[in-house]
């Protein structure tokens, strides 16, 4: 079965300074991955998807992924982070056969001053 | 275009009880599915439809129950509520394969007490 794991619970990064958050996925062939954003009691919001072809994606707000299959990882980038990036970042892959989505156990993201 | 609506925002109901909760797909999907989402956890998928009919489903006991509707909205019931079951319940939906991605709900709290 497919897996995702998010190594680090938690992370705090200063506000202009650079993000990566790490994400590796267990599943036997080209996944479907996805990146999501969850601010505090609110719903799952996506950041970006990799279904095929370029393997370095852009999204929303100014984040970026890589998908490196050598490494069954797909991390996370922004250049230089906001205050209002402070939430809880999700990473999932999609089961072939139907859209089940499985999710990494999220890493949540602090923005210091 | 409206993307995905559920309601209600909060529920509190007592152990035993049974609740429903609601959610409207955004123009254009036809395919819902729902996820449980625990405190501190990842969203973990509950089962999905597509055409009325249940096309998946994860590893949740029978008292969780859904329909899809003509209009694609859908209905999650849960029987026989259980202290466990308090939990963020969100509802995506998509199109026929997901490859435009999946748009969640803002979500339904629900407290078991």
């Known amino acids: 079965a497919q897996s995702v794991t998010q190594p680090d619970i938690h992370i705090t990064v200063s506000e202009g300074a650079s993000l990566e958050l790490r994400c590796n996925y267990s599943?036997?062939?080209?996944?479907?991955l996805f990146w999501y954003v969850q601010s505090p009691g609110q719903g799952l919001q996506l950041l970006l998807k990799?279904?095929?072809?370029?393997?370095l994606v852009q999204g929303i707000k100014g984040f970026e992924a890589e998908f490196k299959r050598s490494q069954s990882s797909f991390n996370l980038r922004k250049p230089s982070v906001h205050w209002s990036d402070a939430a809880e970042y999700f990473c999932?892959?999609?089961?072939?056969?139907?859209?089940?989505?499985?999710f990494g156990t999220g890493t949540r993201l602090l923005v210091s001053p | 275009e409206t993307g995905v609506t559920q309601s209600p925002t909060h529920l509190i109901k007592t152990r035993g009880q049974q609740v429903t909760l609601r959610c409207s797909s955004q123009s254009g999907h036809n395919t819902v599915s729902w996820y449980q989402q625990a405190l501190g956890q990842g969203p973990q998928f509950i089962f999905q439809y597509y055409r009325e009919e249940e096309n998946g489903r994860g590893n949740f006991p029978p008292r969780f129950s859904g329909l899809q509707f003509p209009n694609y909205s859908s209905e999650l019931n849960v029987n026989a509520l259980e202290l466990d079951d308090s939990a963020l319940y969100l509802c995506?939906?998509?199109?026929?394969?997901?490859?435009?991605?999946?748009?969640f709900g803002s979500g339904t709290r629900l407290t078991v007490v």
């Open positions: 990799y279904f095929s072809g370029d393997t």
């Open positions: 599943y036997g062939a080209t996944p479907y």
């Open positions: 999932a892959v999609r089961e072939t056969g139907f859209q089940k989505l499985v």
């Open positions: 995506a939906s998509s199109t026929g394969q997901g490859q435009q991605g999946y748009t």
